[in-house]
């Protein structure tokens, strides 16, 4: 293991760790002033590859790895190994982003082979290249669509798609120390050839990058300075010893220039010398010989090693030598994207992981604190509201009286209000009364008096043919709206021709019952 | 600053705390002496608006309610006073006995309580006759129209033994003078 550490880190920093073949890399970086300072860079033994162990070592630890803060703090990054992930690019009407995702969702639901909820992916809607290079017939999936190709109102979109259970799987093992960010590692590796290998060849933008390890070359097509498509080749520096190289092509020199050439075709390049080949170097002999057998191959072929302006600019702070950037360019491309803000990366772990910052934020905004802070403000507010909304309205009532009449016509239309309230409840609708008595459903009765004074009873007296009759009468004046309490107050036989009455009716003996009934009248006699 | 810092800074912590708990205190009693006045002229203010929509209702009551209001009192002259309103009710209502058709006796004033209704005290008009219970209905039917009337206060009627057609009626209306 090797570590460079150097002084204290204070402002906002990064460490970006990336799995190269069977060992880990970490850097951590700072830009300050707009200069990126490597502050210490790690490598762990050779086979031990166990992420949360290696996370430790280099400090990290649950809850500490947040995003980064406008004063300082410490984000951890990690890169995902883009061998299992596989790129497709496409073609679709510059539309709203809901309506390219859309079509991106579509798409891959028809291209691929296992079904959608086994897959997560990422797309990044990009300008169609211009200088139309030629296309494959026999082109892939992906660059049947047109990469490279020129369409007025289209848009070019990377997607990139990889199976969720790898994913599931290496989100476990990063849960340990929470990093802020999973990276495709072979963003890094466009990042650091933008920003430490491609000097003035970087104005282009446009070509493919070649980055040899020690078991597998990792090839990236770059379009507009960003990943368009990767692919991994399984050929390594350990398939090229240096001894067979020295001589000359051999079996698998040829092989290697085969599949670049290849890659290029599925790029959507037909012709090997069209797009620049830049292959990442250290300035070592091997490299040089790899490169010297593509350009044989036909392919427009340029070894890059650090550029020294900005390589200088490391140096001062962290006297890395060329051959560290070398060796950590894919962490050192990873932290770099983490720092840069707004950084559009394909995040193909969206739905399946969220870092603890945001989580942290979440509960900052739902804290008990701050709702009853909140709560506290509100009420404050409503009081506020509610005592000038007390104070402003008697005068804007007494504004509107004004303009709706005189104080003179108010103070009669007041009045003549207030007398009409007194006087309704004091006015009984005896004529309604009469009519009610008069419908009651009780043959024989005959009313000799009616008594009404405010305040007392209602004393009826009468004459009926029978108890019956009486008793019919005494209920059908309680089934009266308003009418209560209704009572047979005295009663007395009359005899037969004493008074008269209707035919064919009469008491016992022939004769009929005088009577007295009593009752309220809603409340004019309470 | 510098200075509050440093003479804080020469407190002992139980001076320090001292400080701090009078400086609440004070806060305290500074905010209960102006919420106390903010509140007082608050309930003056509700007071007044209060008062100011119970005046809003009076002249605009719900429509509903006033529709009621208007089947009972379809008709009201502001009172006068007693020696002039008297004469005014008076004669009305003399007026409503002839067209229903009832002969009445000489219309007789009851004396008027002392007793006030809304600044109103109640005068009382005694009506006597013999008439038949359809006139009473008609006189019954177009008392609403006296814009002098109060209510009934009293009404007695009783069937002549003899002729069961006549009614000896006895009424008392009653209206308000100022």
Not at chain 1, 221 to 231: H, I, P, Q, T, Y
Not at chain 2, 18 to 26: D, N, S
Request: positive net charge; glycine residues 8%; contains cysteine.
């Amino acid at each position: 293991m090797s570590n460079n550490r150097t002084s204290e880190v204070t402002g906002p920093t990064v460490i970006a760790i990336a799995q190269e073949e069977n060992s880990l890399r970490a850097v951590c970086l700072r830009k300050q002033g707009g200069v990126l300072q490597v502050l210490w860079t790690r490598s762990s033994e050779a086979g031990q590859t166990d992420l949360g162990t290696f996370a430790a070592e280099c400090g990290l630890s649950a809850g500490r790895t947040g995003q980064i803060e406008p004063g300082g703090g410490t984000m951890a990054v990690v890169g995902f190994n883009s061998a299992g992930v596989t790129f497709y690019r496409i073609l679709v009407p510059a539309v709203k982003e809901e309506e390219i995702a859309q079509m991106v969702k579509l798409q891959i639901e028809a291209r691929l082979p296992l079904p959608a909820e086994q897959i997560e992916l990422a797309w990044r809607a990009g300008p169609v290249r211009s200088g139309s290079p030629s296309r494959t017939g026999s082109a892939s999936a992906q660059t049947s669509n047109g990469a490279g190709r020129v369409q007025d109102g289209r848009v070019a979109v990377t997607i990139a798609a990889a199976r969720r259970e790898q994913i599931s799987k290496f989100v476990e093992d990063v849960r340990v120390f929470e990093p802020a960010k999973i990276l495709l590692d072979c963003e890094g590796i466009v990042e650091a050839w933008r920003e430490f290998f491609a000097g003035d060849e970087g104005s282009r933008r446009d070509g493919i990058v070649v980055s040899i390890g020690s078991r597998n070359t990792q090839v990236c097509l770059v379009e507009f300075g960003r990943l368009s498509n990767a692919v991994v080749i399984d050929t390594g520096m350990e398939d090229f010893s240096a001894g067979q190289w020295l001589g000359s092509q051999t079996e698998t020199a040829e092989r290697f220039a085969q599949d670049m050439r290849s890659v290029l075709e599925l790029f959507g390049y037909a012709e090997p010398g069209e797009l620049p080949v830049f292959v990442l170097s250290d300035g070592g002999s091997v490299i040089e010989g790899i490169a010297s057998c593509l350009e044989s191959a036909g392919l427009n072929v340029r070894v890059v090693v650090p550029v020294p302006p900005l390589y200088a600019g490391v140096r001062e702070k962290t006297e890395l030598s060329a051959d560290d950037i070398y060796e950590y360019r894919v962490p050192i491309g990873l932290g770099l994207m983490a720092l840069e803000a707004g950084a559009e990366e394909l995040n193909i772990f969206e739905r399946l992981y969220n870092p603890a910052g945001e989580k942290e934020k979440k509960h900052r905004l739902y804290s008990p604190k701050v709702a009853g802070a909140i709560a506290a403000v509100m009420l404050v507010a409503v009081v506020i509201v509610s005592y000038a909304v007390d104070v402003a309205s008697p005068n804007a009532i007494e504004k509107r009286f004004r303009a709706a009449a005189s104080d003179a016509d108010m103070n009669l239309l007041m009045e003549r209000q207030k007398l009409i309230k007194t006087i309704a409840p004091r006015r009984p609708d005896l004529l309604q009364l009469l009519n009610e008595i008069n419908v009651t459903d009780a043959a024989g009765i005959m009313l000799d008096s009616l008594d009404f004074k405010k305040g007392r009873p209602i004393s009826m007296s009468g004459q009926a043919p029978n108890a019956e009759q009486l008793y019919k009468f005494q209920r059908a004046l309680l089934a009266k709206k308003g009418i209560t309490e209704v009572k047979i107050q005295n009663t007395a036989s009359v005899k037969a021709g004493a008074s008269p009455s209707p035919r064919g009716q009469g008491g016992p003996g022939g004769g009929r019952i005088k009577f007295t009934i009593t009752f309220h009248y809603k409340n004019f006699t309470r | 600053m510098k200075i509050r810092e440093s003479m804080i800074g020469r407190l002992s912590e139980k001076e320090q705390r001292t400080v701090k708990i009078g400086a609440v205190c004070a806060a305290a009693i500074l905010v209960f002496v102006i919420s106390t006045k903010w509140f007082g002229h608050w309930g003056q203010v509700r007071k007044l608006l209060a008062a100011e929509r119970s005046k809003l209702e009076t002249i605009s009551p719900d429509e509903a309610k006033q529709r009621g209001l208007l089947s009972v009192v379809p008709v009201l002259e502001i009172p006068q006073i007693e020696e002039k309103q008297k004469f005014l009710f008076r004669d009305k209502f003399d007026e409503q006995l002839k067209k229903a058709g009832i002969r009445s006796e000489p219309l007789e004033f009851l004396s008027t309580g002392k007793s006030q209704q809304g600044g109103y005290r109640l005068l009382r008009l005694k009506c006597s006759g013999k008439c038949r219970f359809g006139q009473i209905l008609d006189l019954l039917a177009s008392l609403k129209e006296n814009p002098y009337l109060v209510g009934i206060e009293e009404m007695r009627m009783k069937c002549d033994t003899k002729n069961r057609q006549e009614i000896q009626l006895d009424l008392t209306v009653s209206t308000f003078v100022k």
